[in-house]
C-alpha cells in the first residue's frame, strides 16, 4: 500500500486493523502511511486528514459499496468531532447508519464487528 499507484494502493477483501498510530495502519500484514477505508470490497488509501475535508466525493467509495454495509464507522483522528448534518443525510439515504468516535476506538470496533461478520464499513483518519 506504500506505492503511489492507486492500483497498488487497494488490498481486496476485509482485514483486521493490526494497529494504528505514527500517521498510519497496519492491517493484512502490510502498513500505510495516512487515512484509509475499510470497505468490504477491501482496504485503500483514503485522502482525508481531517473531518473538516470529508466532503460528497469522500463518501463516493463508501455510497458505491451501501448495499453491502449496514454501518460506517468514522474514525474522527485523536478527538471526537462533529460531523456536518448533510453528510450524516447523505449517508442515510444510503441506508448507512454512521457511527462517529475516535480513530482508535473506530479501528477497535471495525475489528471486533468484521469478526462478527456483520456489514460493516470504516472511514479511518490517520493518527499521529
Request: aromatic share 6%; hydrophobic share 50%.
Amino acid at each position: 500500500m506504500t506505492s503511489e499507484s492507486e492500483d497498488a494502493r487497494f488490498l481486496p477483501g476485509r482485514h483486521q486493523i493490526e494497529a494504528y498510530g505514527n500517521g498510519g495502519f497496519r492491517f493484512g500484514g502490510m502498513s500505510h502511511r495516512g487515512s484509509i477505508l475499510a470497505l468490504p470490497s477491501g482496504v485503500r488509501a483514503w485522502p482525508v486528514r481531517g473531518v473538516a475535508e470529508i466532503d460528497e466525493a469522500a463518501l463516493v467509495p463508501i455510497i458505491a459499496e451501501a448495499e453491502a454495509i449496514e454501518i460506517l464507522l468514522l474514525g474522527t483522528g485523536k478527538e471526537p468531532a462533529y460531523v456536518e448534518e448533510n453528510l450524516r443525510t447523505l449517508l442515510a439515504a444510503a441506508r448507512i447508519r454512521l457511527d462517529a468516535m475516535q480513530t482508535g476506538a473506530a479501528a477497535r470496533t471495525y475489528n471486533v464487528l468484521i469478526a462478527e461478520d456483520r456489514r460493516v464499513a470504516a472511514a479511518l483518519i490517520a493518527v499521529g
